[in-house]
């Protein structure tokens, strides 16, 4: 399957900045998604993204595939408390190749 | 979204003992469903996909007779931990997919082996 990797591995910032998470890939995505897990939950489904270049928001996230659809980020404007949880980014084949996570931390 | 349930949501069991986790999709036909496997603060690891009425197949690594899966049903999938051990300790998860669509994941059962 086709692997990833994310970066970083933890996040730790004050309510109101802004926190981004990397995902890399050294092969060519045919897509991404992104998933995000709160502590002792499980992971829900937030995007896919499919086009080389694309750009998806949500509120304050905001989704982009890279141009050789071989990288993409997933950035958080201004976090809250709510946004704290470890966000994977996951390739798609067949099943999912899930990144290693990037856990964000939210401190009022 | 689509729904996915799993039980138990939680298990203690005796080592030695054998352990089975039941996935539902109970609002859509799920031709496939994923077992994964996640260790504390780590990422979730393939351990299996199975299709209805048809045999798993299982990720390099994953032992087929300790690990038994059975897709009985367009919405059942049951994982069965044989002879567990206290490393066999984790959080499993299942996901469901209809062709077309993403994969919806289930709550997890986590599983502690004594």
């Known amino acids: 399957g086709q692997q990833v990797m994310q970066i970083p591995q933890y996040q730790h910032v004050q309510e109101g900045e802004d926190f981004t998470t990397y995902c890399n890939s050294s092969t060519t995505l045919s897509n991404i998604q992104w998933y995000k897990q709160r502590p002792g939950g499980h992971p829900v489904f937030l995007i896919q993204?499919?086009?080389?270049?694309e750009v998806k928001k949500q509120k304050r996230l905001t989704f982009q595939f890279g141009e050789a659809k071989k990288n993409s980020s997933l950035h958080i404007t201004a976090t809250q408390t709510t946004d704290v949880g470890t966000y994977f980014c996951a390739a798609s084949g067949y099943a999912l190749n899930f990144g290693k996570g990037t856990s964000l931390l939210v401190t009022p | 979204g689509a729904v996915v349930s799993q039980h138990p949501s939680w298990v203690i069991c005796k080592s030695g003992t054998s352990v089975k986790i039941e996935c539902r999709s109970l609002?859509?036909?799920?031709?496939?469903m994923f077992w994964y496997r996640q260790f504390p603060k780590k990422s979730l690891m393939l351990m299996a996909t199975s299709n209805e009425g048809s045999k798993a197949t299982y990720e390099q690594g994953v032992e087929k007779d300790k690990f038994l899966i059975n897709h009985a049903s367009l919405t059942l999938s049951t994982l069965t931990v044989t002879s567990a051990h206290p490393e066999d300790s984790s959080f499993y998860i299942c996901s469901a997919r209809a062709i077309g669509y993403e994969q919806y994941f289930g709550p997890g059962t986590r599983l502690t082996v004594t």
């Open positions: 993204l499919v086009k080389s270049g």
């Open positions: 609002d859509f036909q799920a031709t496939t």
